[in-house]
């Protein structure tokens, strides 16, 4: 007979490491070319004009310019617009997003 009660095991107290996955880049910011813009597992965003895939399905930008977010066929899809044709949201810049809309 024991003298001293034996402890049990527990199934807790480990975890992962941190994987730092998501968006690294909100729309509307100026990111330069080789910029990170996403870093997933599988292609939950997809790469639009600009924007290249990595083995690791990370997104990145081929060139200088601001992100913007959109949907394609229903998946998020990532473009880069040049700096030399900036983007203006009607919400938060109305009088340049006016000022610069495209004649329709």
Do not use: C, E, W
């Not at 003298?3 to 994987?19: E, I, Y």
């Not at 998501?22 to 599988?42: P, T």
């Not at 290249?52 to 992100?67: C, E, P, Q, W």
Request: charged content about 20%.
């Amino acid at each position: 007979m024991a003298h001293k009660k034996g402890s049990g095991s527990t199934k807790n107290g480990r975890d992962s490491n941190p994987k730092y996955l998501g968006v690294k880049v909100g729309h509307a910011k100026l990111v330069s070319a080789g910029s990170i813009l996403v870093r997933q597992r599988g292609s939950k965003f997809d790469p639009g004009m600009y924007v290249a895939r990595a083995k690791d399905f990370s997104l990145f930008a081929l060139i200088d310019g601001y992100v913007q977010f959109a949907y394609r066929r229903g998946k998020p899809t990532i473009h880069i617009h040049p700096i030399s044709h900036p983007i203006s949201h009607p919400i938060s810049h109305p009088l340049h997003a006016q000022s610069h809309s495209s004649p329709s």
